[in-house]
């Protein structure tokens, strides 16, 4: 959760400078973050960015940043059900388009939850393949535990079973593999995410306007 606590507005010879201070919660946890706004600034700040290359080492590491904060925040103050991995299957989809398979997954989301009553929430992280095909790693909610299938033993990798993994057969129609397993520790899963968000990703990912998360 979020509050925005107070702010604070004064005049200098610079001119106008703004004060906000955000208090985040993180279960039983607390974090302050201040920050100095320039409105006086802005059309100046703007430009200069816009000279930058978008990949410039300093805005990737700041977007990795902000990302990593972000799915934090989210992760921790929100409640989850399950660890999840998405795999793109070539035979239904294009694996390297990231962009179509967002715009179809939201849409796919709405239609079931009208269509289940389920009320689906996520956080997914994509991370890409060698051969550029992507998969998700995330945490989700709002499926119950039963309306989801168990592997068989005999079709998929032992050690689902052996961990007791399920899958939704609607997003394996639809989209591809998936696996679903109970989280126990909500704070290590959430910030086991984060390790996904490396340089690399992040890269090819602003390479091809693609966010570094989905939630």
Same mark, same amino acid.
């Given at each position: ?11 200098? $010879? ?5 004060? *906000?201070?955000?208090?985040?919660? &993180? ?6 973050? /201040? ?5 006086? $600034?802005?059309? /100046? ?6 000279? $930058?290359?978008? =990949? *410039?080492?300093?805005? !990737? ?6 990302? %990593?904060?972000?799915?934090?925040? =989210? ?9 999840? +991995?998405? +795999? !793109? ?34 956080? =997914? ?22 309306? =989801?299938?168990?592997? $068989? ?5 032992? %050690? !689902?079973?052996?961990?007791? /993994? ?20 909500? *704070?290590?899963? +959430?910030? &086991?995410? !984060?390790?996904?968000? +490396? %340089?690399?990703?992040? %890269? ?12």
């Amino acid at each position: 959760s979020r509050n925005k606590n107070f702010g604070e507005r004064r005049s200098v $010879d610079m001119g106008i400078h703004y004060y *906000e201070a955000n208090i985040y919660r &993180y279960g039983d946890k607390y974090k302050a973050v /201040y920050m100095k706004r320039y409105q006086a $600034d802005e059309l /100046y700040v703007k430009k200069e960015f816009e000279k $930058d290359s978008p =990949l *410039e080492d300093g805005k !990737l590491k700041n977007n990795i940043s902000r990302a %990593k904060s972000r799915i934090l925040a =989210l992760g921790l103050c929100n409640e989850w059900d399950f660890f999840c +991995t998405f +795999t !793109l299957d070539k035979q239904k989809y294009d694996r390297s388009d990231l962009k179509a398979w967002h715009k179809d997954f939201a849409q796919w989301i709405r239609n079931d939850r009208k269509k289940s009553g389920f009320d689906f929430k996520y956080i =997914l992280i994509p991370e890409p393949h060698k051969d550029g095909a992507w998969h998700m790693h995330g945490l989700v909610r709002g499926y119950d535990w039963d309306s =989801l299938l168990g592997f $068989d033993p005999k079709v998929h990798p032992v %050690k !689902l079973v052996r961990k007791g /993994y399920r899958y939704h057969p609607g997003i394996l129609e639809r989209f591809g593999f998936n696996s679903y397993g109970r989280i126990r520790n909500q *704070e290590a899963v +959430t910030r &086991y995410l !984060l390790k996904y968000i +490396t %340089k690399a990703m992040a %890269k090819i990912n602003m390479e091809l306007g693609n966010y570094l998360f989905y939630a």
